[in-house]
């Protein structure tokens, strides 16, 4: 059984900063893929940050240059175990539950995809 599990959220003040993280267990296939996304009450969930096992990343253009996402692989795999979110220079627009997504390696077109229970993170003076 995957799990997806998050930490690192709390309360911030404006300019400040914050390191998220996620560890991933459970996978028999491997995560080829995690990211993060994070909702605001009233609004959709909208994607913040992903990373590749590649290591390729991609960002929303509200949080380029403030935030930078990284990944650890599984020992001696090429797949990837845990994911963090560095925030810095926040802002309260950052305020939202942030949550951990991880997608598994596709075996015979067929591929899985995990949500962690999300942290709170609030930007607030």
């Known amino acids: 059984q995957v799990q997806v599990v998050e930490s690192g959220g709390g309360l911030v003040q404006p300019g400040g900063s914050l390191r998220l993280s996620c560890a991933v267990s459970?996978?028999?296939?491997?995560?080829?893929?995690m990211a993060w996304y994070r909702q605001a009450p009233g609004k959709q969930r909208e994607l913040v940050a992903q990373i590749t096992s590649d290591g390729i990343t991609n960002y929303a253009d509200s949080v380029k240059g403030r935030f930078t996402v990284s990944g650890d692989n599984a020992k001696d795999t090429v797949y990837l175990q845990n994911v963090y979110l560095a925030m810095n220079s926040l802002k309260p627009e950052d305020t939202a539950v942030y949550y951990c997504y991880a997608v598994e390696r596709e075996i015979l077109g067929v591929s899985s995809d995990y949500w962690g229970q999300g942290t709170q993170v609030t930007v607030s003076s």
């Open positions: 459970g996978s028999n296939f491997g995560i080829e893929s």
